[in-house]
């Protein structure tokens, strides 16, 4: 069996729960230690409207931590800072450990929250799209962040990666990972289209994206529509997927039932433990 695969799979069970199961809730509002220190990179979800661990805030959006790598990466920020910053309080998780802010794309459900969690964070460095508006770019400035526009692929820290902005009705930019088990693509909504943005994760580092997780936005495709592209994302080499956010329960369901063992029940306060590349 694949690394990536016995591995995801296991902390799927252990950390998130099965698809269906009632994750075990703690005592009051003391911290779960989720902070890797296994050599894995740990990506934890901290904002979505899919439910999961019972003690976190729901609400539309997304942000996922990416922990583990020479830097500590916050991918989107949803739409509230105060639910951001609440959730990762109950999680154990300090605003100011993190060294990079990702934002996938310009709405305010990814992008919202941001003002507020750089007032805990301030000397985080935002990477965005070069066309995001101008108010975006001057929450960061005015907090004291550096803005770094995107527009071609870049390297975030090392295995870290932005796709470039990736065009469509909606401009975008996918978080692309390197473990020892092969490529992450992490995506805000994919607004460009889900198997478009597995594409140009790709051509950003060598190997198949293997797992892709985040929005895939597919609410309101048929079922033809997801079975189709399910069927490209699987040629173009994915073997995981974790869909939430925009995606749309009955596209998860059919994710779910598609991909089997592969499929990862994500959802906010999901955890997803991936093996390292050797430094």
């Known amino acids: 069996m694949h690394a990536l695969l ?18 075990k809730q703690n005592q009051g509002d003391a911290p779960m230690p989720t902070t890797s220190r296994d050599g894995s990179v740990k990506l934890t979800v901290l904002y979505d409207n899919f439910p999961q661990e019972p003690r976190l805030r ?7 931590l990416v922990e583990g790598l020479e830097k500590t990466i916050l991918f989107d920020t949803g ?58 770019k001057k929450t960061a400035k005015a907090a004291g962040a550096r ?14 990666f932005s ?9 975008e930019e996918a978080l692309v990972i390197e473990t020892a088990g092969g490529l ?15 594409q140009a994760a790709k051509e950003v580092a060598p190997g198949d994206v293997r797992l892709v997780m985040g929005g895939f936005h597919m609410r309101d495709d048929t079922e033809a529509e ?19 956010h925009c995606s749309g329960e009955h596209t998860r369901e059919i994710f779910a039932r598609e ?21």
């Open 79 to 136: 739409e509230r800072g105060e639910i951001l910053l609440a959730n990762m309080r109950k999680l154990g998780k300090r605003p100011e450990d993190i060294d990079i802010i990702v934002l996938s794309h310009e709405h305010s459900d990814h992008t919202g929250g941001l003002g507020e969690f750089l007032a805990a964070a301030a000397n985080a460095t935002v990477y965005g799209l070069a066309s995001f508006p101008e108010t975006i």
């Open 184 to 198: 992450v693509a992490l995506t805000g909504c994919a607004h460009p289209g889900i198997v478009k943005m597995v």
């Open 226 to 244: 997801v079975l189709e592209v399910i069927q490209q994302l699987k040629d173009l080499g994915v073997r995981q997927a974790a869909p939430s």
């Open 58 to 64: 729901t609400d539309w959006g997304f942000a996922c």
């Open 163 to 171: 796709t470039g902005e990736v065009s469509g009705r909606i401009n």
């Open 147 to 160: 803005f770094t526009p995107v527009t071609e692929a870049v390297k975030v820290c090392d295995h870290a």
């Open 6 to 23: 016995a591995l995801v799979i296991t902390v799927t069970l252990t950390l998130i729960g099965c698809a269906g199961c009632t994750p």
């Open 259 to 279: 991909f089997g063992d592969d499929y990862i029940a994500s959802g906010l306060g999901a955890v997803v433990s991936l093996p390292s590349v050797s430094p």
